[in-house]
């Protein structure tokens, strides 16, 4: 089992930045990528972004590339996405995740179906 916690959510101003950490815990072992996805009032999950954990290669959503930043601290076992530039279609609750499969298509990191494991979320708020 692995838990997850989000930190780092709160209120913005658009075109101000925010970092998200989430710390793993538990069967970290077993984890070969973290990603982080967001759900806004009235819409679908969607993916933000995500890491392996091996070689840290990274995915980005066309919608962030750019602005968010993956990066992961595997001594701690914490993976933070910095968020600049913020925009108000930023809203949403992030939530991070982790997947135990290993997927010889990276295809799969950048869906929900390829975690397994889901923090409860962080809100992030962008104002004009």
Same mark, same amino acid.
Request: glycine share 10%; charged share 15%; aromatic share 16%.
């Given at each position: 089992?692995? +838990?997850?916690?989000?930190?780092? $959510?709160?209120? %913005? +101003?658009?075109?101000?930045?925010? @970092? ?6 538990? /069967?970290?072992? *077993?984890?070969?990528?973290?990603? &982080?996805? /967001? ?5 679908? /999950? ?6 392996? &954990?091996? #070689?840290? #290669? ?7 590339? $750019? @602005? ?7 001594? @701690? #076992?914490? %993976?933070?996405? +910095?968020? #600049? ?7 949403? %609750?992030?939530?991070?995740?982790? *997947?135990?499969?290993?997927?010889? /298509? ?12 889901? $923090?409860? $979320?962080?809100? %992030?708020?962008?104002?004009?």
């Amino acid at each position: 089992q692995v +838990q997850l916690v989000e930190s780092g $959510g709160g209120l %913005v +101003q658009a075109g101000g930045s925010l @970092r998200l950490s989430c710390a793993a815990s538990g /069967r970290t072992f *077993s984890s070969y990528a973290m990603g &982080w996805f /967001r759900q806004a009032p009235g819409k679908e /999950r969607e993916f933000v972004a995500a890491i392996t &954990w091996g #070689n840290s #290669n990274t995915y980005y959503a066309d919608s962030v590339k $750019g @602005r968010f930043t993956i990066s992961s601290d595997n001594a @701690r #076992n914490t %993976v933070y996405l +910095q968020m #600049n530039s913020l925009k108000l279609e930023d809203t949403a %609750v992030y939530y991070c995740a982790a *997947s135990s499969a290993f997927y010889s /298509r990276s295809y799969y990191y950048t869906t929900a179906v390829g975690y397994d494991y889901w $923090g409860q $979320g962080t809100q %992030v708020t962008v104002s004009s």
